[in-house]
């Protein structure tokens, strides 16, 4: 009898052992998956960020060329459409 109960005990032990390991393995799975998502996020943020410089360098370029003028002897300019 005694033996039957041990060996039920060490069963009942390894069943609670296995869903422990499931469960650290979706533990570590979900901080792995938001490790990535940082990444991801990370990576998109630095891409907007590079493409609104471009836009900005891009907006202060067209201004230089609206504002660009030139003189042409006598009191008279040329361009300047600001």
Do not use: C
């Not at 996020?41 to 504002?67: H, P």
């Amino acid at each position: 009898m005694t033996n039957i109960l041990l060996a039920l005990v060490l069963a009942m032990l390894v069943f609670v052992a296995l869903l422990n390991m499931a469960l650290y393995v979706r533990v570590v799975r979900k901080e792995q998956a938001a490790k990535a998502e940082e990444k991801i996020q990370a990576a998109m943020d630095e891409a907007a960020e590079e493409e609104l410089r471009k836009s900005r360098s891009m907006d202060e370029g067209f201004d230089n060329i609206m504002g660009f003028q030139v003189k042409l002897g006598h009191g008279k300019s040329t361009g300047g459409e600001l």
